[in-house]
């Protein structure tokens, strides 16, 4: 195998380990061992290019066998050891461990193969390594956005190119004798491919570009349509579903939260341990109000934006450790994972969920970081953990008891200002009428808290309404008694009437101790809706409660933690500890980026620029008329009269630029003339010689032939 191809293998492996490494979070151990593999197959290689050809021995080739077959063996049993121990199959299950192990072994052989086989390599690479890629794929290594899938797709659909040619072309081992004196052409073939497989990529990611662009531009208003019809549905089928009792709030359409609270009202929803009251607990959050439902555009939508506050993030844990939980004292094994920056003290909750209600997650406003039974986590824009808790065991939020700040861009900002057709001009009268010459947030805030508060009354029983009105319209215009969903429905309508952003929250109230267990409960009466405004002034969100009755509670500070210190200890600290420094923050930081995600801006900004380097070179090896044939005479030739002048400048005989080689070659032998030169020396024998040399080197130029060396 050429060099080339062996540097393309080795790098090819580098990038293998770095893909597996980075999606069972092992980087440091699996692309340290590659490395080890690459630089003991390297020298493996240069001491077998120059040893002698042997013949075949039986006897040793069966030893050769034996020993690849229990090294082979030796390196998958460790491999099968180091990732099956229990704090990692307690961090992945046994699907995420089996995938686990599978993509870690078809690394080893294959680096065990390579090893073994250091100058021609083996077919059996191929299928292993698209093996590892499909099960790393399957764990999650890739984002689930098209652009990484398409990137996965097109560096393993180059990587298999690469590697197709250099393992089964024809090895330098296998190269007959009379090839031998022709490495040029074996040379230029493989300095071909990568070029041909980069313009084969480009043309790729343009093509998927265009497509996916068409995509966006032509198909939007279909997608949102479907999408907004399939989330109808499965709101309705969630409201009414009941599974074990009644399913988790989500209060999507207005009266479900009513029928939550109505149905088995004293059932448990929610079991939590902590020492101030919980309060108010979030669920769920929403953001676009349209025909008598709540939806989140991020969620419930194709969003097509480019505006990363308005999009979901996956979150990859910081760390595992054992926790003793307090329900129980039992102890089980919880990833760590990073929301906000901590704002102040904070408080602790472990929070015990019913699996058969539901996977959504509870937390308080000001949440910092929760510790959970999971691989990874998405958050919404609303801090919402959408997906990724495993409810078979309870999780722990630590909250902060001061809202930290967030910026609102502009696009985020109309979102969350945004008011239904329908009911804009009556909304816009409505406030103005009440509340006209309000200038501050809290003057806005307090005065529509205070006056729903005031003069509506609070039932869960609705009166008859006209067929075709509005229920907010109606709840407005007629003051009739309602329950939380009208009040935090027309609070946020109000609100952004009056040019306030807010959110609709729905999720428990949990207020109501337990002595026996030494817990709090919140019950399914316990079910509530309330609003979140977003103060610009300190870029904070702040509760709003408006139900009369209701007061808005979150955690308080009995018995908090003082201080906000040793927050960082929690990630930077045990299993995955790289240190308390800048430099190892700095590590921890670069080994849980996917290696996907450089990839994937890589291939975005490298579209067109890519596609016009390989054009160029293509052109320059291929097209340009002065690289034919005698390119490599013309390159030699002139190697080979840079160094007999250089030869010439050791006796202070320098050729000028405007001298010809036969001009040059009789001022040599003037000057071997003027001096004393006593026949024998060497130095004078090969100074005699030079210019004959030159002379020929000149007429062999001249009729397009390689001159022959000096000396």
């Given at each position: 195998?050429?060099?080339?191809?062996?540097?393309?293998?080795?790098?090819?492996?580098?990038?293998?380990?770095?893909?597996?490494?980075?999606?069972?979070?092992?980087?440091?151990?699996?692309?340290?061992?590659?490395?080890?593999?690459?630089?003991?197959?390297?020298?493996?290689?240069?001491?077998?290019?120059?040893?002698?050809?042997?013949?075949?021995?039986?006897?040793?080739?069966?030893?050769?066998?034996?020993?690849?077959?229990?090294?082979?063996?030796?390196?998958?049993?460790?491999?099968?050891?180091?990732?099956?121990?229990?704090?990692?199959?307690?961090?992945?299950?046994?699907?995420?461990?089996?995938?686990?192990?599978?993509?870690?072994?078809?690394?080893?052989?294959?680096?065990?193969?390579?090893?073994?086989?250091?100058?021609?390599?083996?077919?059996?690479?191929?299928?292993?390594?698209?093996?590892?890629?499909?099960?790393?794929?399957?764990?999650?290594?890739?984002?689930?956005?098209?652009?990484?899938?398409?990137?996965?797709a097109l560096a393993t659909c180059a990587g298999f190119c690469l590697a197709s040619h250099c393992l089964l072309g024809v090895s330098t081992a296998q190269q007959e004798p009379n090839q031998s004196s022709e490495p040029n052409a074996s040379k230029a073939q493989f300095a071909l491919t990568p070029l041909l497989v980069l313009l084969t990529l480009s043309l790729l990611l343009m093509a998927t570009s265009v497509v996916a662009n068409g995509t966006q531009v032509?198909?939007?208003?279909?997608?949102?349509?479907?999408?907004?019809?399939?989330?109808?549905?499965?709101?309705?089928?969630?409201?009414?579903?009941?599974?074990?009792?009644?399913?988790?709030?989500?209060?999507?359409?207005?009266?479900?939260?009513?029928?939550?609270?109505?149905?088995?009202?004293?059932?448990?929803?929610?079991?939590?341990?902590?020492?101030?009251?919980?309060?108010?607990?979030?669920?769920?959050?929403?953001?676009?109000?349209?025909?008598?439902?709540w939806q989140t555009l991020q969620t419930d939508f194709i969003l097509n934006t480019n505006d990363p506050s308005m999009l979901d993030r996956d979150i990859a844990p910081g760390k595992t450790t054992a926790r003793k939980l307090r329900s129980d004292n039992r102890a089980i094994k919880l990833s760590t994972f990073l929301l906000e920056d901590p704002n102040g003290p904070t408080v602790e909750l472990e929070i015990h969920n019913d699996p058969m209600k539901g996977?959504?997650?509870?937390?308080?406003?000001?949440?910092?970081?929760?510790?959970?039974?999971?691989?990874?986590?998405?958050?919404?824009?609303?801090?919402?953990?959408?997906?990724?808790?495993?409810?078979?065991?309870?999780?722990?939020?630590?909250?902060?008891?001061?809202?930290?700040?967030?910026?609102?861009?502009?696009?985020?900002?109309?979102?969350?200002?945004?008011?239904?057709?329908?009911?804009?001009?009556?909304?816009?009268?409505?406030?103005?009428?009440?509340?006209?010459?309000?200038?501050?947030?809290?003057?806005?805030?307090?005065?529509v808290s205070g006056y729903l508060r005031g003069n509506f009354e609070y039932s869960l029983d609705l009166p008859e309404r006209r067929r075709g009105t509005e229920p907010i319209v109606n709840f407005l215009d007629t003051g009739h008694a309602a329950h939380c969903e009208y009040f935090a429905t027309a609070t946020v309508l109000l609100l952004r009437s009056l040019d306030v952003p807010a959110r609709y929250i729905t999720g428990y109230v949990v207020d109501e101790?337990?002595?026996?267990?030494?817990?709090?409960?919140?019950?399914?009466?316990?079910?509530?809706?309330?609003?979140?405004?977003?103060?610009?002034?300190?870029?904070?969100?702040?509760?709003?409660?408006?139900?009369?009755?209701?007061?808005?509670?979150?955690?308080?500070?009995?018995?908090?933690?003082?201080?906000?210190?040793?927050?960082?200890?929690?990630?930077?600290?045990?299993?995955?500890?790289?240190?308390?420094?800048?430099?190892?923050?700095?590590?921890?930081?670069?080994?849980?980026?996917?290696?996907?995600?450089?990839?994937?801006?890589?291939?975005?900004?490298?579209?067109?620029?890519?596609?016009?380097?390989?054009?160029?070179?293509?052109?320059?090896?291929?097209?340009?008329?002065?690289?034919?044939?005698?390119?490599?005479?013309?390159?030699?030739?002139?190697?080979?009269?840079?160094?007999?002048?250089?030869?010439?400048?050791?006796?202070?005989?320098?050729?000028?630029?405007?001298?010809?080689?036969?001009?040059?070659?009789?001022?040599?032998?003037?000057?071997?003339?003027?001096?004393?030169?006593?026949?024998?020396?060497?130095?004078?024998?090969?100074?005699?010689?030079?210019?004959?040399?030159?002379?020929?080197?000149?007429?062999?130029?001249?009729?397009?032939?390689?001159?022959?060396?000096?000396?």
């Amino acid at each position: 195998m050429a060099p080339y191809a062996t540097r393309t293998i080795a790098f090819i492996f580098i990038a293998q380990a770095m893909f597996v490494g980075s999606t069972f979070r092992s980087a440091v151990p699996t692309v340290t061992v590659a490395f080890a593999a690459i630089l003991i197959a390297s020298s493996r290689g240069w001491l077998l290019r120059r040893r002698l050809p042997q013949q075949r021995n039986l006897f040793v080739t069966a030893i050769k066998w034996i020993t690849f077959a229990v090294t082979l063996g030796f390196m998958l049993a460790a491999c099968g050891l180091w990732r099956s121990t229990t704090e990692i199959l307690l961090q992945q299950g046994p699907v995420q461990a089996t995938l686990d192990i599978c993509a870690h072994s078809c690394l080893v052989t294959s680096l065990v193969i390579w090893v073994a086989r250091p100058l021609r390599g083996h077919y059996m690479m191929l299928p292993l390594g698209l093996l590892m890629i499909t099960l790393c794929v399957l764990a999650g290594g890739a984002s689930t956005s098209q652009a990484a899938q398409t990137t996965v797709a097109l560096a393993t659909c180059a990587g298999f190119c690469l590697a197709s040619h250099c393992l089964l072309g024809v090895s330098t081992a296998q190269q007959e004798p009379n090839q031998s004196s022709e490495p040029n052409a074996s040379k230029a073939q493989f300095a071909l491919t990568p070029l041909l497989v980069l313009l084969t990529l480009s043309l790729l990611l343009m093509a998927t570009s265009v497509v996916a662009n068409g995509t966006q531009v032509v198909l939007p208003i279909i997608q949102q349509k479907l999408q907004e019809q399939l989330q109808v549905s499965l709101n309705m089928s969630s409201d009414e579903q009941v599974i074990g009792g009644t399913r988790y709030v989500r209060g999507s359409t207005l009266g479900s939260v009513r029928k939550t609270m109505i149905k088995n009202p004293r059932e448990i929803a929610l079991t939590v341990y902590s020492n101030p009251t919980p309060g108010y607990l979030r669920g769920n959050a929403f953001d676009k109000y349209r025909g008598r439902r709540w939806q989140t555009l991020q969620t419930d939508f194709i969003l097509n934006t480019n505006d990363p506050s308005m999009l979901d993030r996956d979150i990859a844990p910081g760390k595992t450790t054992a926790r003793k939980l307090r329900s129980d004292n039992r102890a089980i094994k919880l990833s760590t994972f990073l929301l906000e920056d901590p704002n102040g003290p904070t408080v602790e909750l472990e929070i015990h969920n019913d699996p058969m209600k539901g996977t959504v997650v509870f937390l308080p406003q000001a949440t910092s970081w929760i510790e959970a039974k999971s691989n990874e986590l998405t958050l919404n824009p609303h801090g919402i953990v959408r997906l990724g808790v495993d409810m078979s065991e309870p999780y722990v939020a630590v909250a902060s008891l001061q809202q930290p700040k967030e910026s609102m861009s502009p696009q985020r900002r109309r979102l969350l200002l945004d008011l239904p057709p329908t009911m804009r001009n009556f909304l816009l009268n409505y406030s103005a009428e009440k509340w006209g010459n309000l200038g501050t947030f809290a003057e806005k805030t307090n005065a529509v808290s205070g006056y729903l508060r005031g003069n509506f009354e609070y039932s869960l029983d609705l009166p008859e309404r006209r067929r075709g009105t509005e229920p907010i319209v109606n709840f407005l215009d007629t003051g009739h008694a309602a329950h939380c969903e009208y009040f935090a429905t027309a609070t946020v309508l109000l609100l952004r009437s009056l040019d306030v952003p807010a959110r609709y929250i729905t999720g428990y109230v949990v207020d109501e101790y337990n002595a026996d267990g030494e817990s709090w409960l919140a019950r399914n009466l316990d079910a509530h809706a309330w609003v979140e405004a977003y103060d610009e002034d300190t870029q904070r969100w702040i509760a709003v409660e408006s139900t009369p009755g209701r007061q808005y509670q979150t955690i308080s500070t009995d018995e908090q933690s003082a201080t906000g210190d040793g927050l960082f200890d929690v990630f930077y600290s045990g299993g995955d500890d790289y240190g308390d420094t800048i430099l190892g923050r700095a590590l921890g930081w670069l080994l849980s980026i996917r290696i996907t995600d450089p990839l994937n801006i890589l291939f975005r900004v490298a579209q067109l620029p890519l596609f016009c380097v390989v054009v160029f070179l293509l052109w320059k090896k291929f097209l340009r008329p002065e690289l034919g044939e005698d390119r490599d005479i013309d390159i030699a030739s002139r190697r080979m009269l840079r160094q007999v002048d250089r030869t010439c400048k050791k006796h202070k005989l320098i050729r000028d630029r405007s001298e010809t080689l036969n001009q040059f070659a009789d001022r040599i032998e003037a000057a071997c003339d003027a001096h004393d030169n006593s026949p024998g020396h060497a130095d004078n024998e090969r100074l005699n010689a030079l210019p004959t040399w030159y002379r020929q080197f000149a007429t062999a130029r001249y009729q397009g032939m390689r001159p022959a060396p000096f000396g």
